[in-house]
Nanobody
Framework: VQLQASGGGLVQAGGSLRLSCAASGQWSSSYPLGYDLAWFRQAPGKEREFVAA????????YYTDSVKGRFTISRDNAKNTVYLQMNSLEPADTAVYYC????????????????WGQGTQVTVSS
């Protein structure tokens, strides 16, 4: 499984961005072969942290508290793509954002994800 993230950039505080992550390779969204997907982020000097996750069929979503109400994770299984819509961006959201995939249910634990994208930089100016 290969993951390719895109959509990062520079935006002013209060603005919006939509990240995309396209999956390829031996990919299936159908149970039991399907993958759960997540976004993590890593700011300079900090550990990589969980942002949001979505289940295989897209019916269940999970968010870290700091982005609830501002970010929305979704997936289009027909396009093998997961999205992260980010609204009301804050300077604290500045980080490299990574998409990740695993089997066995969405999780906030980064060590449980077997597949990672290359990351896309999001910079929010004040």
């Amino acid at each position: 499984v290969q993951l390719q993230a895109s959509g990062g950039g520079l935006v002013q505080a209060g603005g919006s961005l939509r990240l995309s992550c396209a999956a390829s390779g031996q990919w299936s969204s159908s149970y039991p072969l399907g993958y759960d997907l997540a976004w993590f982020r890593q700011a300079p000097g900090k550990e990589r942290e969980f942002v949001a996750a979505v289940s295989r069929a897209g019916g269940s979503t999970y968010y870290t508290d700091s982005v609830k109400g501002r970010f929305t994770i979704s997936r289009d299984n027909a396009k093998n793509t997961v999205y992260l819509q980010m609204n009301s961006l804050e300077p604290a959201d500045t980080a490299v954002y990574y998409c990740a995939a695993r089997r066995g249910g969405p999780s906030f634990r980064r060590e449980l994800y077997a597949y990672w994208g290359q990351g896309t930089q999001v910079t929010v100016s004040s």
